[in-house]
C-alpha cells in the first residue's frame, strides 16, 4: 500500500506517530510540536524556522521541528 503524503508532499505519519512526537515535545521542550510547525517556528528554541540550507534540512523541520540553528547543534560532528 503506497504511504499517504502531506499537502507539503512528505509521507503522512500514523496517530501513534504524530501523538508520540506531541508528548515528546511537550515534556522536552515545553512546546508543541504542531503548533510549532503550523507557524514555522522552531520546537526546540522558538525560534523561526523558515530558512533552510537544502531540501534535506526541510524535511528534518518536517520530522523534528527544529530550525536550521537547532539542527545544526544537534546534528553536528563530534570534535576530534
Do not use: H, W
Not at 22 to 35: C, K, M, V, Y
Request: charged share 25%; proline share 5%; aromatic share 10%.
Amino acid at each position: 500500500m503506497p504511504s499517504r503524503l502531506s499537502a507539503n508532499m512528505y509521507p503522512m505519519k500514523d496517530s501513534n506517530m504524530e501523538g508520540f512526537l506531541e508528548d515528546f515535545a511537550l515534556l522536552t521542550f515545553g512546546r508543541s510540536r504542531n503548533i510549532a510547525m503550523a507557524s514555522s517556528s522552531c520546537v526546540c528554541c522558538g525560534g523561526p524556522a523558515v530558512e533552510f540550507r537544502d531540501d534535506v534540512s526541510r524535511k528534518e523541520f518536517a520530522i523534528s521541528g527544529f530550525c536550521q540553528k537547532c539542527q545544526d547543534k544537534v546534528f553536528a560532528e563530534p570534535e576530534e
